[in-house]
């Protein structure tokens, strides 16, 4: 059974940091890609960033390109999401996702991913 758990949220301010970090159990880690996603008050779920099974490529919504950095390692079965120059708009419940099948490629599509995780809050003042 795979698990998902998230952590590093928070309440931080614009301009700020955070770093997000998700720990995955119940299948080889390494074999799969992983995903950020958000959902912020009455909006939908969007995808945030993906990392491709290898770590080898990387993916990015435009709103957050050159700011957030999505990263793995594999030993301890962890992928972080990198959050700087965080803005108000960025307010929302993240949340990582392993896609379902082995050696992907981090994919934006919401249906690509099986496993996901409790979600973690951050909110950014102005």
């Known amino acids: 059974q795979v698990q998902l758990v998230e952590s590093g949220g928070g309440l931080v301010q614009a301009g700020g940091s955070l770093r997000l970090s998700c720990a995955a159990s119940g299948r080889t880690f390494s074999s799969y890609a992983m995903g950020w996603f958000r959902q912020a008050p009455g909006k939908e779920r969007e995808f945030v960033a993906g990392i491709s099974w290898s770590g080898g490529s990387t993916y990015y919504t435009d709103s957050v390109k050159g700011r957030f950095t999505i990263s793995r390692d594999d030993a301890k079965n962890t992928v972080y999401l990198q959050m700087n120059s965080l803005k108000p708009e960025d307010t929302a419940v993240y949340y990582c996702?392993?896609?379902?099948?082995?050696?992907?490629?981090?994919?934006?599509?919401?249906?690509?991913?099986?496993?996901w995780g409790q979600g973690t809050q951050v909110t950014v003042s102005s």
């Open positions: 996702a392993q896609e379902g099948y082995a050696y992907g490629m981090g994919q934006r599509t919401f249906h690509a991913y099986a496993h």
